[in-house]
């Protein structure tokens, strides 16, 4: 048969394509279709229909109204910096953190609010942002050239780590990862 998965960047970029080609790979009559966007435009399509169920993160304000959530599993959310950063070493503490200069995407972006609750919950009230970028790769690039430093999902940066053109930055006194989940409309 055929399939249509929404995705939000990070999940769409960097989770599905190895399960995807695995299917393809054990299922060559399938077709599967991935739609990577936003996390809203995802969580929209499984909506209205458009595709068979979303694979994406939700922030908490996000209304999920006749749509089967369930959640995957949590995402490590790891900050990066340059491999030899002028803005941090290794580590960092908690005091630090407000005080670097961070690259994120926009400001209401799903995975900025995300971040941000992530940092208030962790008792860092505010950062510093610098550049905002729209999708990792940019954030990625911006990273490697030391414009500043930025959080990312584990499975977006396990390829830079293995390549050592970014370093992660342990951040022991906190504890940061990002909910993912797979929902479909309650009536598909």
């Not at 190895?18 to 054990?26: A, G, H, T």
């Not at 414009?147 to 504890?175: H, Y």
Request: hydrophobic share 40%.
């Amino acid at each position: 048969g055929r399939a249509v998965v929404a995705s939000s960047m990070s999940a769409g970029s960097y989770l599905l394509p190895p399960i995807v080609c695995n299917f393809q790979l054990q299922h060559p009559e399938g077709l599967v279709e991935v739609v990577i966007s936003n996390p809203q435009a995802a969580l929209d399509s499984a909506r209205t229909g458009a595709c068979d169920f979303s694979v994406l993160i939700i922030s908490p304000d996000q209304i999920t109204t006749g749509l089967t959530v369930e959640p995957l599993w949590d995402e490590p959310l790891l900050l990066m910096s340059a491999p030899n950063s002028r803005w941090i070493g290794d580590t960092a503490r908690r005091e630090e953190i407000s005080k670097l200069p961070f690259i994120s995407t926009s400001n209401s972006a799903v995975m900025y609010q995300l971040e941000e609750g992530q940092l208030r919950y962790n008792g860092i009230p505010s950062r510093k942002i610098v550049l905002y970028l729209g999708h990792p790769e940019a954030q990625k690039e911006a990273v490697r050239q030391d414009v500043g430093v930025c959080f990312f999902t584990l499975s977006a940066v396990e390829e830079n780590l293995k390549r050592g053109d970014m370093r992660w930055v342990n951040t022991p006194d906190l504890n940061l990862s990002i909910p993912l989940y797979i929902l479909h409309r309650d009536d598909k």
